[in-house]
């Protein structure tokens, strides 16, 4: 789960861009990217650039012309919405049927909208799938506090530098500092050594395999004898509401649910830019899983259900 950083499209603070609507709009990417990685929801991210754009547009033209970097106007704007939604996020959170688990992600050739009239995403609400958003690192950064989170996404994947970090989080460049510090130790701490994408793959087609096959002893041997599963079905749809741990009582858990769904048909796809399994019924998905490999073993699997977190892989599945 190493992460190196990663400069995704624009910089912050580069030359000042005209503030017309192509120049303003053309962030949009970049803002769905930070805010994704932030709040771990597509959704929520698409609401924060929606907010973000709000609170530009309400200005006159003269305030707009005020800004001398509208680029990184819109962002810090958009870092301070996601500061207080992650603040209210672990509030609601608590209240949240079974286990969270943040929303995956297609490989942009599968990408879909979510949006029943539209079947194609623009390519600016894409989410640039890397090692910052793979499901393991997610679910480590979903264990920091808002600031930490915040703080280390703009600086060590962004790569902005702290005096505006400070800016959006109201602390001072020295207490980011140790913010991001702080994150990058719970993610040495979290991290495994990193398994070639070959062999990832690999492991995930025969846990397929066998799946498919109801194979126990074959699904044991894949499964690391502490591994553990996560399932997220929100409270709409049946699904585990704690971990399943153990690598025997996985295997039969997976195995139970193909004996209860014969018609379950299992397909290979990549799932926050590493190897996944994603899990049809009556033609329909009903199931998205990522995995956690670390050498020939399964740590971890995360099975997403909840229904308002697979639309980006379900518009246009029976059109």
């Known amino acids: 789960m190493t992460i190196q950083s990663v400069t995704i499209q624009s910089e912050p603070g580069g030359g000042r861009p005209d503030p017309g609507m192509n120049?303003?709009?053309?962030?949009?990417?970049?803002l769905i990217n930070l805010a994704y990685r932030l709040l771990g929801s597509l959704a929520d991210a698409e609401d924060v650039v929606q907010e973000t754009y709000a609170r530009w547009y309400a200005m006159s033209r003269q305030q707009q012309e005020a800004i001398e970097s509208p680029a990184a106007w819109l962002t810090k704007v958009a870092g301070r919405v996601c500061l207080n939604?992650?603040?209210?996020?672990?509030?609601?959170?608590?209240?949240?049927?079974?286990?969270?688990?943040?929303?995956?992600?297609?490989?942009?050739?599968?990408?879909?909208?979510?949006?029943?009239?539209?079947?194609?995403?623009?390519?600016?609400?894409?989410?640039?799938?890397?090692?910052?958003?793979?499901?393991?690192f997610l679910v480590v950064l979903e264990?920091?506090?808002?600031?930490?989170?915040?703080?280390?996404?703009?600086?060590?994947?962004?790569?902005?530098?702290?005096?505006?970090?400070a800016e959006i989080v109201g602390r001072s460049p020295a207490a980011c500092r140790q913010l991001a510090s702080s994150a990058r130790r719970r993610i040495r701490d979290a991290q495994a050594p990193a398994t070639p994408a070959a062999r990832q793959a690999g492991i995930v087609r025969d846990f397929k395999q066998a799946w498919e096959a109801k194979d126990i002893e074959?699904?044991?041997?894949l499964l690391d004898p502490d591994a553990t599963v996560i399932a997220?079905?929100?409270?709409?749809?049946?699904?585990?509401?704690?971990?399943?741990?153990?690598?025997?009582?996985?295997?039969r858990y997976v195995v139970d649910i193909a004996r209860k769904a014969p018609?379950?048909?299992?397909?290979?796809?990549?799932?926050?830019?590493?190897?996944?399994?994603?899990?049809?019924?009556?033609?329909?998905?009903?199931?998205?899983?990522a995995f956690d490999v670390t050498g020939d073993r399964i740590r971890h699997i995360w099975a997403v259900r909840?229904?308002?977190?697979?639309?980006?892989?379900?518009?246009?599945?029976r059109g």
């Not at 909840?306 to 599945?317: A, F, I, S, Y």
């Open 23 to 30: 120049a303003i709009m053309s962030e949009r990417r970049q």
């Open 218 to 221: 074959a699904l044991v041997g």
């Open 306 to 317: 909840n229904p308002d977190k697979l639309r980006p892989w379900t518009v246009g599945e």
């Open 232 to 251: 997220d079905g929100g409270g709409l749809v049946g699904a585990a509401l704690r971990p399943i741990e153990g690598g025997e009582k996985i295997a």
């Open 263 to 289: 018609g379950l048909t299992i397909l290979e796809r990549t799932v926050n830019g590493r190897p996944g399994l994603v899990a049809q019924h009556d033609g329909g998905t009903v199931v998205v899983a």
């Open 143 to 165: 264990a920091m506090t808002p600031a930490e989170r915040v703080a280390f996404i703009l600086h060590d994947v962004f790569r902005y530098p702290f005096a505006e970090v």
């Open 85 to 136: 939604l992650l603040s209210s996020a672990r509030a609601r959170r608590e209240t949240y049927v079974g286990e969270w688990i943040p929303e995956p992600l297609p490989e942009p050739r599968e990408w879909l909208t979510g949006r029943p009239d539209v079947v194609t995403a623009d390519p600016a609400d894409r989410v640039t799938l890397d090692e910052s958003v793979n499901m393991a």
